[in-house]
């Protein structure tokens, strides 16, 4: 019988080469999936540029050379068109500072994953409890990746789950940055059920990251993320 099962174990059981094999394509979807997200990002990038910041220096352009045509004969017209041309910087900064916002958060520059997320469960309208234990800093994408998945989770928690609170628990363990949010609301959390999500899974699977929702029929909904990635420097040189 021993040796029977030993020789359907040698078998049936995957071999190396095929835990390899699936190793192999699953980092081909992931990559797949990170180059379809970068391109998405690039082209949101370009199209803010395009419509923001461009717009606004070609019509500061437009003003200055108007002025510059008219400031002979008409001071006062030259006057104008420079005021449109300084409102036309403010407004370009604004845009261009938004749009740096949305690629890495200052929050996160500022006060590294610990603080921002103390800060952003601060803002939530939901009792949230933070727990944080991570001994450093971590590399930026690392730390802007799961920044934007506790920010997304919480506000599906705020939209969906009618919790009486919230708890985000922050660990790094020497190899592997988790990240855990759970509410006490009526579950029924889906990856499949909108863009957030699977947004998140997609982020993660960048860092061969993962994420796991576990939220059954009546609650509590629990999801589980974790990144390989080390920390980058000692928490008291970065404060
Ligand atoms: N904490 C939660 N408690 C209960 N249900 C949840 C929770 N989080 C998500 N859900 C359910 O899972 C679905 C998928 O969430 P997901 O974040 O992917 O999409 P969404 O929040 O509906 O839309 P968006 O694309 O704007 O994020 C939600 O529509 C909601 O029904
Ligand atoms: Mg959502």
Same mark, same amino acid.
């Given at each position: 019988?021993?040796a029977?099962?030993?020789?359907?174990r040698?078998?049936?059981?995957?071999?190396?080469?095929?835990?390899?094999?699936q190793? &192999?394509s699953?980092?081909a979807?992931?990559?797949?999936?990170?180059?379809?997200?970068?391109?998405?990002e690039?082209?949101r990038?370009?199209r803010?540029?395009?419509d =923001?910041?461009q717009?606004?220096?070609v019509?500061l352009?437009?003003?200055?050379g108007?002025?510059?045509? %008219?400031?002979?004969?008409?001071?006062?017209?030259?006057r104008?068109l420079?005021?449109?041309?300084r409102?036309?910087?403010?407004?370009?900064?604004s845009?261009?500072r938004?749009? %740096?916002? *949305?690629?890495h958060?200052? %929050?996160?520059a500022?006060?590294?994953?610990d =603080?921002?997320?103390r800060?952003l469960?601060?803002a939530s309208?939901l009792?949230?409890e933070?727990d944080?234990d991570?001994p =450093?800093r971590?590399p930026?994408?690392?730390e802007?990746?799961?920044?934007f998945a506790?920010a997304?989770s919480?506000?599906?928690v705020?939209?969906?789950?009618?919790?009486?609170?919230?708890r985000v628990?922050l660990?790094h363990?020497?190899?592997?940055?988790?990240v855990?949010?759970?509410?006490?609301?009526?579950? =029924?959390?889906d990856?499949?059920? *909108?863009t957030?999500l699977r *947004?998140i899974?997609r982020r993660l699977?960048?860092?061969?990251?993962?994420?796991?929702?576990?939220?059954?029929p009546g609650g509590?909904t &629990?999801?589980?993320?974790?990144?390989?990635?080390e920390?980058?420097s000692?928490?008291?040189?970065?404060?």
């Amino acid at each position: 019988m021993r040796a029977y099962a030993r020789l359907t174990r040698s078998l049936l059981a995957p071999t190396e080469r095929s835990l390899l094999k699936q190793r &192999v394509s699953q980092l081909a979807e992931s990559r797949a999936d990170t180059v379809d997200t970068q391109a998405a990002e690039l082209r949101r990038i370009e199209r803010d540029l395009h419509d =923001g910041a461009q717009a606004r220096l070609v019509s500061l352009g437009m003003s200055l050379g108007l002025a510059d045509d %008219v400031v002979e004969r008409d001071p006062e017209a030259a006057r104008e068109l420079l005021a449109e041309a300084r409102a036309a910087t403010t407004l370009a900064l604004s845009e261009l500072r938004d749009l %740096v916002r *949305g690629i890495h958060p200052p %929050v996160l520059a500022d006060r590294g994953l610990d =603080g921002a997320v103390r800060a952003l469960c601060l803002a939530s309208p939901l009792p949230t409890e933070v727990d944080i234990d991570i001994p =450093g800093r971590l590399p930026a994408p690392v730390e802007s990746a799961a920044y934007f998945a506790v920010a997304e989770s919480i506000t599906n928690v705020i939209k969906h789950a009618e919790a009486s609170k919230a708890r985000v628990v922050l660990r790094h363990d020497g190899e592997r940055l988790s990240v855990v949010v759970s509410d006490d609301g009526h579950g =029924g959390a889906d990856e499949n059920g *909108g863009t957030g999500l699977r *947004g998140i899974q997609r982020r993660l699977s960048a860092f061969d990251g993962t994420l796991v929702v576990t939220s059954p029929p009546g609650g509590p909904t &629990v999801i589980v993320m974790e990144l390989p990635c080390e920390l980058s420097s000692p928490k008291t040189s970065s404060s």
